[in-house]
C-alpha cells in the first residue's frame, strides 16, 4: 500500500474551471513538496509546505497542509491548457527512528487534460 | 543555475544486456537519488547515495546496483536487464541540509534530471 496516497488518478476539466488534488499520509509529514511534470520530462518543483495550516500560493496554483500535517491539496484557480500535466507530491516521512535522510516518498501522480 | 543531466533520453536495450544510466549535477548536492516512473504507480526509489561512495537500498532495489565514485556523478547499473525494468528513469539530486542559519534553500527539495526512458526488448 502507498504510504502517499493522491487522489484522484486523473482529472479532466475545461479551461477556466477550478480544480483540487489531494494529497493523505497516515503519518505526520516533516515536509510535502509538489512538483509538476510535462510528458516525458523531468519534474519542476511548484512549492514546498513544512509548518501545519501553512498555504502558499503562486500564480494561480495554491497548496495547503493541515494542522495535523498528514493531508494536503493543490488547488488551480480558473484553469488553462499551460496546467496541463502530471501533478505529484512528495513527502519527506520520517521513519521510526524521527529521520528521513532527505528522502521523499511520493504520490501516485494526478494527470491532469485541461480543454480548452 | 541549477542543472542535473542524464545521459540519454531515449534507450532501448536487449534482455540480458548490462544497461548503464549516468547522472550528472553540478550543484555539489551531497544526496543523489534514482528513481523509476511507470503509469499508476509514481516514483519509486531505488536507490540513494547522501556521499560519495556511499549507497542506501530505496524501495525497490532489486535488479539494480548504483556506483558514486565522485560526488557529481551517480550511476544506475541494471546487470541484466530484463523487460519488466522497461520504464523511465529519473535522477535527482538535493542538498544535504543544515537546519541551522545557514541555507542553501528549501530543505530536502530535489531537482530532477529530464529522464531516461529505458526500453528492454
Known amino acids: 500500500s502507498q504510504e502517499l496516497e493522491q487522489s484522484p488518478q486523473s482529472l479532466i476539466v475545461q479551461e477556466g474551471k477550478n480544480l483540487t488534488i489531494n494529497c493523505t499520509s497516515s503519518k505526520t509529514l516533516y515536509g510535502l513538496y509538489w512538483y509538476k511534470q510535462k510528458y516525458g520530462e523531468g519534474l519542476i518543483f511548484l512549492m514546498m509546505l513544512q509548518k501545519g495550516g501553512e498555504e502558499k500560493s503562486h500564480e494561480k496554483i495554491t497548496a495547503k497542509l493541515d494542522e495535523k500535517k498528514q493531508q494536503s491539496s493543490l488547488h488551480i484557480t480558473a484553469s488553462q491548457p499551460s496546467h496541463a500535466g502530471i501533478y505529484l507530491c512528495g513527502a519527506e516521512i520520517p521513519n521510526a527512528g524521527g529521520t528521513s535522510y532527505g528522502k521523499l516518498t511520493f504520490g501516485q501522480g494526478t494527470i491532469l487534460t485541461v480543454h480548452p | 543555475d541549477v542543472k542535473v543531466t542524464q545521459s540519454s533520453r531515449y534507450l532501448v536495450k536487449r534482455t540480458g544486456e548490462k544497461v548503464f544510466l549516468e547522472c550528472v549535477q553540478d550543484?555539489?548536492?551531497?544526496?543523489m537519488f534514482w528513481y523509476r516512473q511507470d503509469p499508476g504507480l509514481g516514483l519509486r526509489l531505488i536507490y540513494f547515495s547522501y556521499d560519495v561512495k556511499m549507497k542506501e537500498k530505496g524501495d525497490i532495489p532489486e535488479g539494480y546496483s548504483v556506483s558514486r565514485e565522485k560526488k557529481e556523478r551517480f550511476s544506475l547499473i541494471l546487470e541484466s536487464a530484463s523487460t519488466n525494468q522497461t520504464s523511465m528513469y529519473l535522477c535527482a539530486s538535493s542538498f544535504l541540509w543544515d537546519r541551522g542559519p545557514r541555507s542553501r534553500g528549501n530543505p530536502y527539495e530535489q531537482y530532477f534530471g529530464p529522464g531516461t526512458r529505458l526500453t528492454v526488448t
Open positions: 550543484m555539489d548536492h551531497e544526496n
